[in-house]
């Protein structure tokens, strides 16, 4: 995952995102001691400081395998592993703003949670544009691909119709997985 952050996620102060070796540190201990419980230093490769004083205290930070955020302080942090992801879809808010929504698949349940990027909406494509692609490469590397490149669509409904069956993947989640696959085929 941390080709795609630094593929997708630019170093931009004015759009509160930072990638590493530019993540001023002070944010990231802020980031860190205000809602990055379970991560270290050396496991955040990017962080969205959502502040608008630049204290970083609200926001995301981005490891390898998850990123944890906390929209305000009267919400709780959040952890989503990327291969938990479901669906990310991003909106815009009546008064300017935007929030990504990202569907997680939770055992046997879909939850939506939100992002907000109300103070600094520029960052949401960004950071939209790498959950997708993060979501993508998790589906990718637990299923069969032909030598062309190309998804073997047989290989990836085997692989879902397993985790159904083992109940790692609720059926809601099958079908929104199979709509992506078949859309992608143009089916």
């Known amino acids: 995952m941390e080709d795609l952050l630094r593929r997708y996620v630019p170093n931009a102060a004015g759009l509160g995102l930072y990638v590493e070796p530019h993540i001023p540190p002070d944010k990231l201990r802020n980031a860190l001691a205000d809602f990055g419980a379970g991560l270290t230093t050396d496991d955040v490769i990017a962080l969205y400081d959502a502040t608008l004083m630049g204290s970083a205290k609200d926001g ?42 990202l569907d997680v698949n939770q055992g046997q349940a879909t939850v939506t949670v939100t992002v907000d990027f109300s103070g600094k909406p520029g960052a949401a494509k ?9 979501m993508m490469r998790s589906i990718n590397e637990t299923i069969d691909v032909t030598g062309s490149g190309d998804t073997d669509a047989e290989a990836v409904i085997g692989a879902l119709d397993r985790l159904v069956e083992s109940g790692r993947l609720s059926l809601e989640d099958y079908e929104r997985l199979v709509d992506v696959l078949e859309e992608d085929r143009g089916v």
Not at 61 to 85: G, H
Request: proline share 2%.
């Open 126 to 134: 960004f950071v939209t544009r790498f959950l997708h692609e993060a």
């Open 60 to 101: 995301a930070l981005f490891a390898r395998d998850r990123f944890v955020f906390q929209n305000t302080d009267l919400e709780a942090p959040q952890t989503i592993r990327y291969e938990d992801l479901v669906r990310v879809t991003t909106k815009r808010r009546f008064l300017s703003g935007r929030k990504v929504f």
